[in-house]
């Protein structure tokens, strides 16, 4: 898509996360939240994107940037208008759509994004924004509708009336611009609160006054809105993301014998009809064939590959290794950077870096 790009805000200063690093950057089952949001990104086809951030916080953290995106500075934190505003010099020449997400929801999904994105482009608005209904709504900005339904503003909470704080439609926080309509709009904020910043929501309803129009999808599932702002709601994140992951493996035919004590994180293949037995951790960049046996309380670390067939016992950790089909690992053993050949049964207590077992009685 050459007539869309994407910008993604990211420069708080992680204050309720208490780290010393944005709190984007953090980790959710070997993934950063920002990661899941580019992947979003590249999934529906957007080939661009700008990361506004703070370069405070990102001092002395590496992260590799993929193709076609590219950091923005905003020096000065007056909100997050005025962070969608650092992005118009990059885009002052641009006609197309902005998508504008924050880098701290990593639970949106692509296929809520595409619909976003479609929905926008089929009915030519100014904006389109993705609402969700809450029960306990508290934190988030409410949509006001008026006597025919159309989106008129988005009040946040510290600033709603006690009638406005009873609504349960909230913004979700993932915005489409028209690029010109978003930065004349951005121009017309006025600060406001006890900081002074620039709230990107107003701009929703300075393009309602100006008869623009303003659409919306409506998602079903709460978990996409959250927002992750300190370690309660990382580890919230973090359950809710390891069930989607464990949900994909059980779809595809893999046995986890006990869902609550079992851990994958991304980037991890496993083939049909492997049983994951309790308290087994596989970790990123792991390769596990079919109809294997693994744990429990086994760890699988990065770079490992177990070819069809093998068995990994209880307390076994191996990195960085590759098992060949039939061998079983089953007590009590440590490899690491090894080759094990086929057919090889590794004795209990065994520690074994840097070597090539080979099965001399194949």
């Known amino acids: 898509m050459s007539d869309i790009k994407a910008v993604i805000l990211a420069a ?93 929801t990593p639970l949106l999904t692509t296929d809520t994004l595409r619909k976003l994105v479609e929905k926008h482009r089929a009915s030519c608005a100014a904006c389109t924004l993705l609402t969700v209904t809450l029960k306990k709504p508290a934190g988030y900005g409410r949509i006001v509708r008026d006597e025919k339904n159309d989106i008129v503003r988005i009040v946040e909470e510290a600033d709603a009336s006690l009638y406005e704080r009873m609504i349960e439609e909230v913004n979700a926080g993932v915005y489409c611009f028209n690029a010109k309509e978003a930065f004349r709009a951005l121009a017309s904020l006025k600060p406001k609160g006890p900081k002074r910043e620039f709230y990107l929501t107003d701009a929703v309803e300075i393009l309602a006054k100006r008869k623009l129009t303003i659409d919306y999808i409506h998602t079903e599932n709460p978990d996409e809105a959250i927002g992750v702002n ?46 994951i ?63 094990v050949d086929k057919g090889v049964n590794i004795a209990a207590g065994s520690v074994i870096i840097k070597n090539k077992i080979v099965n001399r009685n194949p």
Not at 279 to 294: A, L, M, N, Q
Not at 324 to 339: F, P, R, V
């Open 12 to 104: 708080g200063k992680s204050t309720r996360m208490h780290s010393g690093f944005s709190k984007v950057l953090h980790k959710i089952y070997g993934k950063s939240m920002l990661e899941y949001v580019l992947d979003d990104i590249r999934a529906i086809g957007i080939k661009e994107t700008l990361i506004v951030i703070n370069n405070q916080n990102w001092t002395g953290r590496k992260f590799p940037l993929p193709k076609g995106a590219r950091i923005i500075f905003q020096k000065r934190l007056l909100g997050t208008g005025h962070a969608l505003r650092q992005t118009q010099k990059v885009l002052s020449s641009f006609r197309g759509d902005v998508l504008v997400l924050y880098g701290d």
């Open 230 to 275: 300190s370690r309660l709601d990382l580890a919230r994140a973090q359950t809710l993301a390891k069930n989607r992951i464990l949900t994909k493996f059980m779809d595809l035919g893999v046995g986890i014998i006990d869902p609550i004590t079992t851990h994958i994180y991304n980037d991890v293949e496993i083939g049909q009809d492997t049983i």
């Open 277 to 339: 037995y309790p308290f087994t951790v596989i970790e990123s960049d792991v390769r596990v064939g079919r109809k294997c046996k693994i744990g429990p309380f086994s760890r699988i670390r990065p770079g490992t590959v177990l070819n069809d067939g093998v068995e990994i016992g209880n307390f076994v950790e191996i990195v960085g290794s590759s098992v060949s089909s039939g061998a079983a690992i089953k007590h009590h053993c440590y490899i690491e950077d090894s080759d």
